[in-house]
């Protein structure tokens, strides 16, 4: 496992991918007009419209969709801990699965040698 790349940062990368995701679902949505979905998105856009009067009213869906998804990502984040554990409890178990298969791999390979080495040519 590189330095870089540590449990915690994978399932903060997890749900910042989530988080957007959810927004831009919620955008095609609402652009789309799902049923729910786009009076929802609607709803919570008029509402950071109204409290932010810098955004324009046509872009209600985008702000709409923006604010789900950063609520998203603020609801999540503290379960990043709770993900990271489960992701680091994985990776021991992967490695723990390959070093298994690596010794079952060299097992087989001494035994191959072994007979070959018994092998007398008359």
Same mark, same amino acid.
């Given at each position: 496992?590189?330095?870089?790349?540590?449990?915690?940062?994978?399932?903060?990368?997890?749900?910042?991918?989530?988080?957007?995701?959810?927004? +831009?679902?919620? *955008?095609?949505?609402? @652009?789309?007009?799902?049923?729910?979905?786009?009076?929802?998105?609607?709803?919570?856009?008029? *509402?950071?419209?109204?409290? $932010?009067?810098? @955004?324009?009213?046509?872009?209600?869906?985008?702000?709409?969709?923006?604010? +789900?998804?950063?609520?998203? *990502?603020? +609801?999540?984040?503290?379960?990043?801990?709770?993900?990271?554990?489960? $992701?680091?409890?994985?990776?021991?178990?992967?490695?723990?699965?390959?070093?298994?298969?690596?010794?079952?791999?060299?097992?087989?390979?001494?035994?191959?040698?072994?007979?070959?080495?018994?092998?007398? +040519?008359?």
């Amino acid at each position: 496992m590189a330095d870089n790349n540590t449990p915690f940062r994978e399932a903060t990368s997890i749900i910042t991918i989530g988080s957007v995701l959810i927004a +831009v679902a919620g *955008y095609v949505g609402t @652009i789309h007009g799902m049923p729910g979905l786009a009076a929802g998105i609607l709803w919570v856009g008029g *509402y950071i419209c109204a409290v $932010l009067p810098v @955004i324009p009213i046509w872009a209600e869906p985008l702000a709409g969709s923006a604010g +789900v998804g950063l609520l998203c *990502y603020i +609801v999540s984040m503290p379960l990043a801990t709770l993900l990271a554990k489960r $992701l680091a409890a994985s990776q021991l178990q992967n490695v723990e699965r390959h070093t298994d298969e690596l010794k079952r791999t060299r097992a087989k390979i001494q035994k191959k040698e072994r007979i070959k080495d018994d092998f007398i +040519v008359r």
